[in-house]
């Protein structure tokens, strides 16, 4: 009975939150196959679920405002669907187009801890960033969502036939995954953007 009163539990937007997720982990799943058949076409597929990923989790937070069902389960759900779709999925699918080596491994899991730790500064401080309305004026640091844009950059990059490997201090990386750490940076930044 414990596990029905749990459904009962979450409120139509958190639909939209685990349609964020589900995205995101077909995107892995997409990103595992790319790797296993050696099929590097199949790219776009997987990246294209990121966007859609997008959709939901800006439907979420419109539908939880309009029907006033905000809650803190709602919250910490979209947190661990943003984590999957906006930082496993874009790094499993920038390892699947080809920053496999040590290095670009390394930023790649630098990427997905900042978005994680982002988020999770966010879930600790949006109450006492509140207003007295309860709505928080602006995030500290971009947003996990924003890591659409280096995936963007490196599908552009993978179409051009180039993720331009260098070597520096005899270690090879590829400038691409440079685009990932930034991002993953700014995540962590203290800069302030207003929330819309």
């Not at 790094?91 to 999770?120: E, H, K, N, P, W």
Request: hydrophobic share 50%.
């Amino acid at each position: 009975m414990k596990h029905f009163s749990m459904i009962r539990g979450f409120h139509t937007a958190d639909l939209f939150t685990i349609a964020n997720g589900a995205c995101g982990t077909l995107a892995v799943f997409q990103a595992m196959q790319i790797i296993e058949r050696r099929d590097r076409g199949s790219l776009y597929g997987a990246a294209i679920l990121v966007p859609l990923a997008l959709v939901f989790d800006f439907l979420d937070g419109r539908v939880a405002r309009w029907r006033h069902s905000a809650s803190p389960l709602g919250r910490e759900l979209d947190s661990l669907a943003d984590v999957i779709s906006f930082g496993v999925a874009p790094a499993a699918i920038g390892y699947a187009a080809g920053l496999d080596t040590v290095i670009d491994q390394m930023i790649l899991v630098f990427f997905v801890l900042c978005g994680l730790s982002r988020l999770a500064r966010y879930n600790v401080t949006a109450e006492a960033l509140a207003d007295d309305s309860g709505k928080v004026s602006h995030f500290e640091g971009t947003p996990i969502p924003t890591s659409v844009v280096p995936l963007a950059l490196l599908l552009l990059a993978f179409r051009g036939g180039s993720l331009y490997p260098i070597e520096l201090l005899g270690l090879r990386l590829h400038l691409v995954s440079v685009l990932f750490a930034i991002s993953g940076s700014l995540m962590i930044s203290k800069i302030r953007i207003p929330k819309p």
